[in-house]
């Protein structure tokens, strides 16, 4: 079946250490994103991605990072110079949403990933 | 810039109907989605526009004028399951038309 697998469902972490939260799609989408969602707040955008090799900050990119070396995979990393990593992370993905392309461009979403920092 | 603005909660009665709004400022406009979230779990996708007008689907309708910069989500013959979070998102334009902004959220508790 098409979707996304984001992995690990549960994280914890020391401070001062990074981790990386994995996401892979099989929808062949173009654009990726990582949102972070913390309790009883809407989703904020860290970094989305157009295309492979290609990638834009969000609205909240400082201390996180990504890459965008294969379409199907987009992993985010937190790194120790975020200062309050702990939160719900989704990533999700989509048509690029560009004039002439099918669908609606709705976003498909994955599980999402717990972050708690110790 | 961009802000979107959504009421932050809302309590219906089951069975009855209600409306959540949602009010947009953005450098660029491509279309509006609405999803709904519960608790603990990942958005599912409610709806999508970006024409003007309404757009109906089973008990929700979900409406958009672009020159005001405002849409709403219609819920009708509420039942408990509806309670959770609705999220408004708006797609950028151009070279912005894979950026999707959500605002804050509005939690919809259902009594009986």
């Known amino acids: 079946d098409g979707g996304i697998t984001q992995s690990p469902k549960y994280l914890f972490r020391k401070e001062g250490q990074n981790v990386t939260l994995s996401c892979e799609q099989n929808?062949?989408?173009?654009?990726m994103y990582w949102y972070r969602q913390d309790p009883g707040q809407g989703l904020r955008l860290i970094y989305y991605s157009q295309i492979v090799n290609d990638f834009q900050k969000g609205d909240i990119a400082e201390g996180y990072s990504v890459s965008r070396e294969k379409k199907e995979s987009f992993p985010l990393t937190v790194t120790s110079a975020q200062k309050n990593p702990t939160a719900f992370y989704l990533c999700?993905?989509?048509?690029?949403?560009?004039?002439?392309?099918?669908?609606?461009?709705?976003?498909?979403f994955g599980e999402g990933s717990r972050l708690t920092v110790l | 810039g961009q802000n979107i603005d959504q009421p932050t909660e809302m309590t219906a009665t089951e069975g009855a109907i209600v409306q959540i709004n949602c009010t947009y400022q953005?450098?660029?406009?491509?279309?509006l989605f609405w999803y709904q979230q519960h608790a603990g779990e990942a958005p599912t996708f409610l709806s999508y526009?970006?024409?003007?007008g309404l757009e109906e689907k089973g008990r929700f309708s979900s409406f958009l004028s672009r020159s005001k910069g405002y849409s709403y989500l219609l819920l009708k013959e509420l039942q408990m399951k509806d309670s959770a979070s609705y999220l408004c998102a708006v797609r950028g334009y151009g070279s912005s038309a894979s950026k999707i902004i959500f605002g804050s959220g509005t939690r919809l508790s259902i009594r009986p």
């Open positions: 526009n970006v024409l003007d």
């Open positions: 929808l062949n989408h173009d654009a």
């Open positions: 999700a993905s989509s048509i690029r949403g560009l004039a002439g392309e099918e669908g609606t461009g709705e976003l498909f």
């Open positions: 953005t450098s660029g406009f491509n279309g």
